[in-house]
Structures are given as structure tokens and as C-alpha cells.
């Protein structure tokens, strides 16, 4: 079984860029979530995607947005960058609709200067 | 304001005894528990959940605790070793998304 993976590992970009994050579910899972988590604080709710469309939003502005592919993978892109997105960028894939218990990927490190 | 609360930062505990974490929620409402375990540079990795309509579940050293009328929960590892130092986390699972919202984690130092 093949578990939650993401890419980069880790990210450096400039105030004002965009950027694309990539997670690759677990096998079996059709259920991608997205976490923020800043530094001494615990992941933050950002958006999940199931079946290939939003399915729920934490209190993120729009500038975050997602996509969901039909294998299941997903992609978090954010719009002018700010240095408060600096953070630890969390990939969770859970079961289906509605699944309690989410599985979490190692994380993308990005750093905005 | 915090849904989710984990009121002590760190604990260090001796190889051997018992750890007990502390996580207290706010909403009444809540009904599916979840304990996460953190190494640095590494994503959280799931270790016992518990649904309100229980309230203690067990998976080899791991044991929650559910109080609903407290709302509060811990989690119990007997007995505690080297390896499980890390950051705990506890959250809840709400919403239609079942979105997880995370309490601000404790560091366990487990000494040998």
C-alpha cells in the first residue's frame, strides 16, 4: 500500500509569486484535505477536494485554491505569495466522503521571502 | 477562539512510566476524536481515534479517554519509551468535509 506523498519537499519563492504544491493520495483513498501549519501551532483546515470538487473550505482567502485529478491527486496553488504563507504544507488522504480518520503526507517546507 | 485546547506544551516523562496527554474542546457537539504524533520534518502520523459514543478505546500501548461531560479527552501511553518522543496532537473531526481541527500539540521527551 502505497502511503500520502507530496512534492517538493521544500520551496523557496519571493513576495508576490505563485506557487503549486502536488500530493498523490493513498491508494484507495478518493478524499484529499489540505493543512497549513505554522511554526509552534497545529495544521489548519485549508480546503478538500472528493470527486474531484471542493467539499469543504477552512477560513483561507480565495487566493488558495485546488485542483483534484481522476487518479485522485491533487494540487494547492497560492497567489501573491505573502511572508505569513511561510509554513509547513500538509497533504492529508482519507477513505471517501465523510471518513473520519485522515492520512498525512511528510509535508512541503515553503519558505517566502 | 480555540475549539481545540492542549494546555501543556511539553512533558517529560522516564522511560518506563506512563505518559498521559490532555486535550479540552469547547463544542459539546463534537463526536469523533483523533491522537496524531509528530517527529520533525515528517507529516503527522495517525495513532487511536475514539467516537463520542465510547469513551476509552485501546491499541497496544495507547489508550484515549473520553469525558464528554469535562469535554475532555487524554491519551495514556503505558508503558512510555525512548522512541515516543515526538509532538502529540489531538483533533476532532467535524463538518461534512469531517475537516480536522488540531489543538496546538504537546512535546513528550521520553528520558532513558
Known amino acids: 500500500e502505497t502511503g500520502v506523498t507530496q512534492s517538493p519537499t521544500h520551496l523557496i519563492k519571493t513576495r508576490g509569486q505563485q506557487v503549486t504544491l502536488r500530493c498523490s493520495s493513498q491508494s484507495g483513498h478518493n478524499t484529499v484535505s489540505w493543512y497549513q501549519q505554522a511554526l509552534g501551532q497545529g495544521p489548519q483546515f485549508i480546503f478538500q477536494?472528493?470527486?474531484?470538487?471542493?467539499?469543504g473550505r477552512g477560513n483561507f482567502p480565495p487566493r488558495f485554491s485546488g485542483l483534484q485529478f481522476p487518479n485522485y491527486s491533487s494540487e494547492l496553488n497560492v497567489n501573491a505569495l505573502e511572508l505569513d504563507d511561510s509554513a509547513l504544507y500538509l497533504c492529508?488522504?482519507?477513505?471517501?466522503?465523510?471518513?473520519?480518520?485522515?492520512?498525512f503526507g511528510p509535508g512541503t517546507r515553503l519558505t517566502v521571502l | 477562539d480555540q475549539q481545540v485546547k492542549q494546555n501543556s506544551p511539553s512533558l517529560s516523562v522516564q522511560e518506563g512510566r506512563i505518559s498521559i496527554l490532555n486535550c479540552d474542546y469547547t463544542n459539546s457537539m463534537f463526536d469523533y476524536f483523533l491522537w496524531y504524533k509528530k517527529y520533525p520534518a515528517e507529516g503527522p502520523t495517525f495513532l487511536i481515534s475514539i467516537s463520542s459514543i465510547k469513551d476509552k478505546n485501546e491499541d497496544g500501548r495507547f489508550t484515549v479517554f473520553l469525558n464528554k461531560s469535562a469535554k475532555h479527552l487524554s491519551l495514556h501511553i503505558v508503558p512510555s519509551q525512548p522512541g515516543d518522543s515526538a509532538v502529540y496532537f489531538c483533533?476532532?473531526?467535524?463538518?461534512?468535509?469531517?475537516?480536522?481541527?488540531f489543538g496546538s500539540g504537546t512535546q513528550l521527551t521520553v528520558l532513558p
Open positions: 492529508a488522504s482519507s477513505g471517501g466522503w465523510g471518513a473520519d480518520t485522515q492520512y
Open positions: 477536494y472528493y470527486r474531484e470538487e471542493e467539499n
Open positions: 483533533a476532532v473531526a467535524s463538518g461534512s468535509a469531517r475537516q480536522l481541527t
